[in-house]
């Protein structure tokens, strides 16, 4: 939902927007997207932010799928719990999954690995990503969020949005930057 010039944000959690140390298995890169149809790279373990080093906790914006939180759904195991809302500008960047608006998860972000040649010193780079680095974390604003999420229930021709896409990763300075309801 969309109200003037903000975005709803939501997470069911008994303890609200609470900010906690992340230990998922997946990546913060720090780089923010500015254009999800362009190609972006990064060199591993230059640009990475370890998960363990980065506090937040994980919700929702704009659309999402209500079904995740019934019997069989993803956040099933949340049913019962409160329902927090809050709100952040339009223009505000946050964490998301690194991938475009199509059923495939095409990632925005390739990630190289830079190897340096001992008896040279030359500096070479590969390509090190998998499919995994699709659920990596990049920023991206809410409005860029939105276009996205959009554009994937038009070409999808859906009224459902997938986790994957509608699930974001709040940090401390977003959670003071956020209006709470």
């Not at 109200?3 to 923010?32: M, Q, W």
């Not at 019997?71 to 690194?98: E, F, M, P």
Request: charged letters at 30%; a neutral charge.
């Amino acid at each position: 939902m969309l109200t003037e010039n903000k975005v709803r944000i939501v997470r069911f959690a008994n303890e609200g927007f609470d900010i906690k140390r992340d230990t998922g298995a997946f990546s913060f890169y720090d780089l923010e997207v500015t254009d999800y149809s362009h190609d972006y790279t990064l060199i591993r373990n230059r640009d990475r932010i370890h998960s363990q080093s980065i506090d937040g906790c994980y919700c929702h914006f704009y659309k999402f799928n209500v079904q995740s939180i019934q019997d069989g759904g993803i956040l099933a195991s949340r049913q019962g719990h409160k329902i927090n809302i809050g709100y952040l500008a339009l223009d505000h960047a946050v964490y998301a999954r690194n991938m475009r608006p199509d059923k495939d998860k095409t990632r925005i972000v390739r990630v190289n690995k830079e190897i340096r040649d001992p008896s040279n010193g030359n500096t070479h780079t590969f390509q090190d990503d998998s499919y995994m680095d699709s659920y990596a974390w990049v920023r991206m604003k809410l409005s860029l969020l939105i276009e996205r999420t959009n554009e994937y229930l038009r070409t999808n021709k859906t009224d459902i949005v997938p986790e994957h896409l509608s699930e974001i990763f709040l940090t401390g300075d977003d959670q003071r930057s956020m209006e709470i309801k």
